[in-house]
């Protein structure tokens, strides 16, 4: 079965450590300021020529109220006009990007993310879809993948109606927990009553998938207690699920600095919380997708997995990754064919370069014959749980064995602990293998170095 999962707690202390997500390869952290706006251009300019579909996403930073274990790009405020300047900075950068666009490049999927897209009022939401289809090629007939993150705690019927009316098909819904003690050590105070009113909603107004986030290793969380989230959760039948490890960090993210290192589950406590995560949702017929994702066997995610179709990319798993994506907003990633491009991350900077008609453009990269390889490979791996070697040879023209002979040890050891299955033609993931499959991908990252590690969540 592609879903199964055989927890091995020996082998899992032996491979957990830190390591990408691997939305991309390379990684954003070995994004260079050696990019600039016209290599976004020129590559939106091939783009065109090739008449690539697209995926766009776009990032609204705001929120209300701040939750300690957030890493995200986010301004903490409760001044909605705050969104007015940023909007105008956005509705410049689309005007901007979409000159470069043809107008027979469909937009396939759409993501709204931040922060907190609700933040935005009813009008302004309006507003700015009309302004993405005034400029890209939005599908009117509902076949898009188009979604948007929901904070429960910033919706109601009405919001839920306003968004299907502009477009919107899928949603996904923050929740993490729903322990009043954990929720207050993280200051996300939601009651299961308003997660279960906005899924009712999104049930009725028919969108077509709903996904539910949770996180493990929150403080104040216990076994007992994150099983009966999850009991919880599955209760209400959401399309997906995902069950992201909390990674401190409060060093690098000042939010974190006000949860209690004392509050936090020891590594055992964690480690029980996924096993039982991982049993309760394949009990309820959930198939494990890869890197914390679950969904039913309907949803599309589990039928491109069972087709081989799957697709990995800035927006995680995703059946649209072949698609040029455009990053629209402040610290939003594009990757148009062989670049990688990051706008600033800072607000005042980015809503600036808008004001004076230049791209926000800070950061990137653009990939080599190697870089593409590696990312080929990496994709196949923790996308499909396999990877047969004639395939990458037929695409590339090497002789795989002789290029990755410095992995080839590591590999066997691999074979020999019971994570992969290794033979002369193929690597199959092992079912004790998929919780690792991060580990086993970053044998193929010529970029991985120890210094890195301080950078990355842990894998379990």
């Not at 600039?36 to 109220?65: I, K, T």
């Not at 690792?436 to 991908?441: D, E, G, K, V």
Request: hydrophobic content about 40%.
């Amino acid at each position: 079965m592609i879903d199964s999962i055989r927890w091995d707690a020996g082998l899992i202390r032996r491979y957990d450590k830190a390591g990408p997500r691997y939305t991309s390869y390379p990684t954003a952290l070995q994004f260079h300021e050696g990019i600039q706006p016209s290599d976004m251009l020129q590559a939106l300019s091939e783009s065109r020529s090739a008449a690539r579909d697209l995926s766009l996403y776009v990032h609204v930073p705001f929120c209300a109220n701040i939750c300690y274990y957030c890493a995200c790009n986010k301004v903490i405020t409760k001044d909605r006009s705050r969104a007015v300047p940023y909007l105008q900075a956005l509705y410049r950068e689309i005007e901007l990007v979409s000159e470069h666009v043809g107008a027979g490049q469909s937009v396939e999927q759409l993501h709204l993310g931040g922060g907190t897209p609700t933040f935005l009022s009813h009008g302004q939401m309006r507003g700015l879809i009309s302004k993405i289809r005034q400029h890209f090629a939005l599908h009117d007939d509902d076949d898009g993948d188009y979604s948007i993150e929901i904070d429960p705690r910033e919706a109601d019927w009405s919001t839920m109606g306003m968004l299907r009316e502009v477009g919107f098909n899928r949603v996904s819904f923050g929740v993490q927990d729903i322990d009043p003690a954990v929720q207050r050590a993280v200051n996300r105070l939601q009651s299961l009553e308003q997660t279960q009113a906005i899924m009712d909603a999104a049930r009725a107004l028919e969108y077509r998938s709903i996904n539910i986030d949770l996180i493990y290793g929150l403080p104040k969380q216990s076994p007992a207690s994150f099983a009966r989230t999850v009991e919880a959760i599955i209760d209400l039948h959401p399309d997906r699920l995902s069950i992201f490890n909390y990674a401190h960090m409060p060093e690098r993210f000042l939010p974190q600095r006000r949860i209690m290192s004392a509050d936090l589950p020891i590594a055992g406590a964690k480690l029980a919380m996924l096993e039982n995560s991982v049993r309760q949702l394949t009990d309820a017929g959930y198939r494990y997708i890869g890197m914390d994702h679950f969904a039913l066997p309907d949803d599309s995610l589990s039928l491109a997995q069972e087709g081989g179709e799957l697709q990995r990319n800035f927006q995680g798993y995703t059946t649209h990754g072949h698609c040029d994506l455009i990053g629209l907003g402040v610290s939003s990633i594009s990757q148009v064919g062989d670049l990688f491009c990051q706008n600033t991350s800072d607000i005042k900077a980015y809503q600036h370069l808008l004001g004076e008609g230049r791209l926000a453009t800070m950061r990137g990269l653009i990939s080599g014959d190697e870089d593409r390889l590696r990312r080929a490979v990496i994709a196949q791996l923790i996308c499909h749980f396999n990877l047969r070697f004639a395939d990458i040879e037929s695409r590339f023209g090497i002789v795989f064995r002789d290029v990755f002979a410095d992995v080839w040890p590591a590999l066997q050891q691999m074979h020999t602990d019971g994570l992969v299955c290794l033979s002369e033609q193929s690597i199959e993931v092992l079912p004790a293998g998929r919780l690792l499959i991060r580990s086993i991908c970053m044998l193929f990252d010529a970029y991985q170095q120890p210094v890195d590690s301080g950078r990355f969540s842990r894998i379990i």
